[in-house]
């Protein structure tokens, strides 16, 4: 079945670090992918996303690229700020029908000073 | 602009007392409409999800059910909690028809069963 795997958290950085988070997936055909952050207390928010294999979904200095010959979607920022500190959600929608969406287990970054 | 609204924001209920949560979302129509819970610690798991009035399709077997009276409302019920039902409730909504925009998040209700 269709599946997301995320690397495991927490991920503490320091700021202006690099921040990579992986994510890798298995689908059938060609799914849709996102990232979606979830900061304390809150619901969910879109952070990016990408439709079609090479694409790159960017969105506050955070990129993504849908990689289909690794079935890789890692998401990176080059500088990170305390502000980025959340809960960073990778997702996936093979059906495109109606659009369930298949989470990971999400990745706790917390950024110091 | 479209809103999806979530309420209440934290709940805290006995073991084997009702619940009700109720979701509404507006400016727009014919939603797909979502229940995901999130338990400590843990990512989301998809609860239910529906197409239209009245049809609801459930993802995992479970003490709880979900209905849709209306196009824009989603309400997620028990009749009787359990200590395992604690968890971070979020529902959310997407546009139907081919799926690129992902989804809209409420704000979610924090549920504590004691």
């Known amino acids: 079945g269709n599946s997301v795997t995320q690397m495991e958290g927490p991920v503490t950085l320091s700021e202006e670090a690099f921040l990579t988070i992986n994510c890798t997936y298995t689908a059938t055909g060609y799914p849709s992918l996102f990232w979606y952050v979830q900061y304390p207390g809150e619901g969910l928010q879109l952070l990016l996303k990408a439709t079609k294999a090479d694409d790159k979904g960017s969105n506050k200095g955070f990129e993504a690229t849908y990689r289909k010959e690794t079935t890789s979607f890692h998401l990176e920022k080059g500088s990170v700020q305390v502000s980025d500190s959340a809960v960073y959600f990778c997702?996936?929608?093979?059906?495109?029908?109606?659009?369930?969406?298949?989470f990971g287990q999400g990745t706790e970054l917390s950024v110091k000073p | 602009s479209q809103t999806i609204h979530q309420w209440p924001a934290t709940l805290v209920q006995p073991v084997g007392s009702p619940l009700s949560l109720e979701c509404t979302v507006e400016g727009t129509s014919n939603p797909n409409l979502y229940w995901y819970r999130q338990a400590a610690g843990r990512g989301l798991q998809l609860l239910f999800y529906s197409v239209g009035i009245g049809q609801i399709s459930s993802e995992v077997p479970q003490n709880l059910s979900a209905s849709r009276p209306q196009d824009r409302q989603f309400i997620l019920s028990s009749k009787k909690l359990l200590l395992s039902d604690s968890g971070f409730y979020l529902c959310?909504?997407?546009?139907?028809?081919?799926?690129?925009?992902?989804?809209?998040f409420g704000s979610g209700t924090r549920l504590t069963v004691v």
């Open positions: 959310a909504w997407s546009l139907t028809g081919p799926f690129v925009g992902g989804y809209t």
């Open positions: 997702a996936l929608s093979a059906d495109l029908s109606g659009g369930k969406l298949i």
